[in-house]
């Protein structure tokens, strides 16, 4: 069991940033990939980012990429989502979720055991 605490979320400008965390407990954290999705209203939980368990590996999803960054330090047990240029199209609940390392790197929600509650970011024009 993994339990996973995401936190940094807010209320910014359009063209700001925020710094997204997520804090993870029990099970050896290096053990996981880490992915953050978000989830806009009324519309389903898409993927924005994925990390391999080394750091090594990462993927984003074309609406972010260039303005978002995702990190994880495995001697603090947290993956990070750094977030700049941020337009309203971003305002979402975002979530980290992980996975074993025993499966591929996946863009698909399906493929994550284990959830945090999720962080609100609303971005205003």
């Known amino acids: 069991q993994v339990q996973l605490v995401e936190s940094g979320g807010g209320l910014v400008q359009a063209g700001g940033s925020l710094r997204l965390s997520c804090a993870a407990s029990?099970?050896?954290?290096?053990?996981?990939?880490m992915a953050w999705f978000r989830q806009a209203p009324g519309k389903e939980r898409e993927f924005v980012a994925v990390i391999s368990w080394s750091g090594n590996t990462i993927y984003y999803t074309d609406s972010v990429k260039g303005r978002f960054t995702i990190s994880r330090d495995n001697s603090k047990n947290t993956v990070y989502l750094q977030m700049n240029s941020l337009k309203p199209e971003d305002t979402a609940v975002y979530y980290c979720a992980a996975a074993k390392t025993d499966r591929p790197m996946s863009q698909r929600a399906v493929e994550y055991a284990y959830w945090g509650q999720g962080t609100q970011v609303t971005v205003s024009s």
């Open positions: 029990g099970r050896t954290f290096s053990y996981y990939h």
